[in-house]
């Protein structure tokens, strides 16, 4: 009894402590006790990899903090508008063309950094467990994979941001109350997490909604043409990514034959799908809901057949978006149908045409919709699409037309779709597969920077072009998301990005 008496005690005072880290910082530790009472055998470590996953899925499945999010709706006027039936919208605050995103209406970390901490954790205490060697060597791995995931994704959102290499275990530890790093010095750090991760690869395991080999190159990959083409990182970078891109193979026979195939919510683990994380029916929240519509806006007979129906719907596709859509159609584009829901289905009198995306909403054989499909970040198609890039900052323009032609065969069904080698309209060509390919999944706003075409999307008509490039001329980082206001109040060794003052 004293025992318990005691435990709880050491409990009462953890959490407490813990919480007023939480509430400073805003980088959480939710496992107050685990040096009291966790790492004592196997069964703490097998219990605490699942874990990272699960506060990775916490936070990307999130309305507001998600891939779609950080991904695409920043492309803003050139892909998004209002909803066509409700007239509201959620992305001039984050549109880059229209420059009302800031400090006091952004979006935080909080959640990237529990998962960050989680893995921190289970590399300082693994060794603790008393677990087989290759047990350890495989939560080591997962840990190296998901710290990699989450700095790479909060280097590219907000450049510099703080490095935590350690769990947090007491309010006056550095890790509780972080500077930042220099961008430098985050993707340094990202770059080392891979390698570490590689030296255990054959440990990773086969588990999609976990790390696998396949992942791992992907994110290697990622990571190299980014610093090739955003922080001229160099050739070096350019065989990087090859090496990762070889390790994977460039082949048709990984993509599934029919596009909508890869979103099957019966089939979510298949041939394409590299790295996922599960959402099932007794999951809420996430970007998805988004697309649906409400009910009493569509007329009954058009309800979940084909109008995914949920809530609110605040984000529809640009009228000059659902032209290209159509324009890819009219030319034999299968994709379409599945990234693109329009027709006039308005209950109202006129029956105006209305837009939606048909991709990831979810279970339609119920009203609201279950949204129940995973949350896809690597496939396989992202793998080829990549390589055409690789190959295209290489000046093999056959080379990249080939990957881009593996993506181009499914969606049209003609062999050696596109022909052209000259560089320009290489660069063109996979510009415009990334649009047709990956609309909704947060792939566009990356490859749009990669490849430095963001510049050239077309602002909306009520943002002069001028006016566009002088943001750009005044904010050099305009690219970057702002750092919460509310972060750096809570923590003052944090400093606003430049520009987002």
């Known amino acids: 009894m004293k025992q318990i008496i005691r435990l709880i005690g050491i409990a009462v005072l953890c959490s407490a402590a813990f919480t007023s880290c939480h509430k400073d910082l805003e980088i959480p530790y939710d496992n107050a006790l685990s040096v009291s009472n966790m790492w004592k055998d196997a069964s703490d470590l097998e219990q ?3 874990g990272i996953y699960k506060r990775l899925h916490s936070y990307f499945s999130d309305t507001e903090c998600n891939v779609f999010y950080f991904g695409e709706t920043r492309v803003g006027d050139y892909m998004w508008g209002p909803s066509l039936e409700s007239k509201v919208q959620d992305n001039f605050k984050i549109a880059c063309r229209h420059n009302t995103l800031t400090p006091s209406n952004t979006i935080g970390w909080s959640g990237l950094y529990s998962t960050i901490d989680q893995a921190n954790a289970v590399l300082k205490h693994g060794p603790d467990c008393n677990a087989p060697e290759a047990r350890l060597e495989w939560a080591n791995a997962q840990a190296y994979f998901a710290r990699a995931f989450c700095y790479f994704y909060a280097a590219r959102i907000w450049g510099e941001v703080p490095v935590n290499l350690l769990p947090v275990e007491s309010t006056t530890q550095e890790e509780c109350y972080p500077s930042q790093k220099s961008i430098a010095e985050v993707y340094e750090q990202v770059e080392k997490d891979i390698l570490a991760c590689e030296e255990l690869a054959d440990k990773l395991g086969s588990e ?6 396949d992942a791992l190159n992907t994110l290697k990959a990622d990571y190299a043409l980014w610093m090739y083409a955003t922080r001229d990182g160099g050739a070096k970078y ?26 099957d919510r019966t089939n979510k683990k298949n041939a394409e799908i590299i790295f996922s994380l599960a959402l099932s029916a007794s999951d809420t929240g996430g970007y998805q809901i988004y697309f649906c519509q409400p009910s009493n806006l569509i007329a009954n007979a058009y309800r979940n057949n084909p109008v995914p129906i949920s809530s609110t719907q605040w984000w529809s596709y640009s009228p000059a978006f659902v032209n290209e859509l159509k324009a890819s159609e009219a030319k034999g584009d299968t994709r379409v149908a599945t990234n693109l829901g329009y027709g006039p289905y308005s209950s109202a009198s006129d029956k105006h045409e209305i837009t939606w995306c048909n991709k990831l909403v979810g279970d339609k054989s119920k009203s609201p919709v279950i949204q129940d499909n995973d949350l896809i970040y690597y496939r396989y198609g992202y793998v080829v ?7 295209y900052y290489k000046k093999d323009y056959a080379g990249a037309n080939a990957s881009l032609n593996l993506i181009a065969k499914r969606a049209y069904g003609v062999d050696k779709y596109y022909t052209s080698t000259a560089p320009a309209d290489v660069l063109n060509n996979i510009v415009h597969e990334y649009f ?51 972060s750096i109040n809570k923590n003052s060794n944090l400093h606003q990005i430049e520009g987002w003052q």
């Open 436 to 486: 047709m390919e990956f609309p909704a999944e947060g792939m566009i706003w990356w490859a749009l920077i990669r490849t430095g075409k963001i510049w050239d999307m077309v602002p909306n008509s009520e943002i002069p072009e001028q006016t566009f490039k002088d943001l750009r001329a005044k904010n050099s980082n305009i690219l970057l998301w702002p750092i919460a206001q509310g």
């Open 238 to 263: 350019l065989d990087m990514a090859a090496e990762a891109l070889n390790a994977i193979g460039i082949s048709s026979s990984r993509l599934l034959p029919e596009y909508d195939k890869v979103f």
């Open 48 to 50: 605490s990899v699942p």
């Open 385 to 391: 699409m990549l390589d055409a890039e690789l190959k």
């Open 208 to 213: 999609k909604y976990f790390g696998t080999k």
